[in-house]
Every structure is written in C-alpha cells, then in structure tokens.
C-alpha cells in the first residue's frame, strides 16, 4: 500500500502562510486523490479540501474557501497544501489523506503522519 | 453543513464486554458514513465506510449498522488495544463533517 509522508512541523508568525507537502512513497499518487484533515490541540477533526490529480481542480470547504490552496505535482507524486492569512486558531496537526474512492465525497485511508503548524504573534 | 452528534461523549466499559457507541446526522446522509479510531497522539485509522463496511485488516469485532440520520459503531468484545477516541464522518453531503467524537474508557 502506498505510504503518505507529509513535510516537519512548521512554526509561522501570525498573518503569514504555510504550505505542507505529502507524498506518495512507495508508488505513485492514487487516482482516488489526497484530502487535508486538520485538528487542533485536544480537538476533533475539521475537513479541509481535496483533490483528485486526475479530475484537475481541487476542491474546498466553505470554511477554507479563500485561504486555502491544494495543487497536485504527478512528476513528483506530491500533493501541496497552502494555508494563508495564518491565525492563532490555525494552530493545529495537518494531515493529508487519501480517499476510499475517485469522488471528492469519501472516506480516507491511509493517513500521512500529520504536520504540526504552530501559528504565533 | 450536516452536523454529526456522537453520544456518549465518553464511555466506561470494562475489557471483554460489548461497547455500542452512537452517531446521529442532522439530516439524512444515505450510507455514507465512516468511523475512525485515534489513539492519544497517533494518526486515525479508518474502521469502516460506507456504514458497515470493515476497511482492511480491521477484525470482525468491529462492526458498523445504521441508515439516514441514525449510525451505531459496535465493538463486540473489547480489547485492551480497543480504548481510544472514535469519529464518524459524512461524506453524503458537502462539506463532509465529522462528529466530535466518543472516548471509550476502561471501566
């Protein structure tokens, strides 16, 4: 099964914008796509976006729409997230996800690692 | 958005019985339900999709019933490796949304 393997943890000053990578180890990246999941500290998971390489264009949370930027990179079986306007709140694990099936709509599996972003003034 | 509701928000059972936890949908959300188990610092792991379906190398003892607003994750007999902080998620409608989780506790 391919391994997703996302990028270290992040240290960002408020306002500013992170991009965390995930990449498929092992093999190339799925056709069912890469979703980002995050969750802050002692909190439950929030759906961010996803995206399926083969379709083209991601897809966003009306909560992320705006802030968030998922691009594909097949060359390097890598899937980018680019979170901008960093606030406080954003402090919390990014994961990346692959998706049970070629819709957008699934379950997720496997899970990258995670990335820790830590948003502070 | 579709909220998820997950009840009990923790639950105390005792290693070898059965735990039954709970999600209810505010709206219907067809079979397109999943439930995940996370261990304190660790990734989540998928158990099931598409309501009762076991996703790979999960054991039997974890099993998933429910339709439209209603879902029910069932651990039929509890392993000490079984307490952790389930989610169920809804990938019927968008944006899909998670619960906010069951933590089952030894008793």
């Known amino acids: 099964q391919v391994q997703l393997v996302q990028s270290g943890s992040e240290v960002k000053k408020i306002g500013s914008s992170v991009r965390v990578s995930c990449k498929a180890s092992?093999?190339?990246?799925?056709?069912?796509?890469v979703r980002w999941v995050r969750q802050a500290p002692g909190q439950g998971l929030e759906w961010m976006g996803g995206?399926?390489?083969?379709?083209?264009?991601?897809n966003y949370a009306p909560k992320f729409q705006g802030r968030v930027t998922i691009v594909a990179d097949e060359e390097t079986n890598s899937i980018y997230m680019e979170l901008s306007g960093l606030r406080s709140e954003d402090t919390a694990m990014y994961y990346c996800?692959?998706?049970?099936?070629?819709?957008?709509?699934?379950?997720?599996?496997?899970w990258g690692q995670g990335t820790l972003v830590t948003v502070s003034s | 958005e579709v909220v998820l509701t997950q009840s009990p928000a923790t639950l105390y059972v005792s290693p070898g019985e059965r735990a039954t936890l709970s999600c209810r949908a505010s709206?219907?959300?067809?079979?397109?339900i999943a439930w995940y188990q996370q261990h304190p610092g660790q990734v989540p792991r998928l158990l099931i999709y598409?309501?009762?379906t076991r996703a790979a190398g999960i054991p039997a003892r974890f099993s998933g019933s429910g339709s439209g607003t209603e879902f029910t994750l069932t651990i039929s007999s509890l392993q000490s490796e079984d307490f952790a902080v389930y989610y169920c998620?809804?990938?019927?409608?968008?944006?899909?949304?998670f619960g906010q989780g069951t933590r089952l506790e030894i008793k």
């Open positions: 998620q809804q990938y019927d409608k968008w944006p899909p949304t």
């Open positions: 092992g093999g190339s990246l799925s056709k069912y796509g």
């Open positions: 995206i399926i390489p083969s379709f083209g264009s991601a």
């Open positions: 996800a692959e998706g049970t099936s070629t819709r957008m709509l699934s379950g997720l599996d496997p």
């Open positions: 598409s309501e009762s």
């Open positions: 709206q219907s959300v067809s079979d397109n």
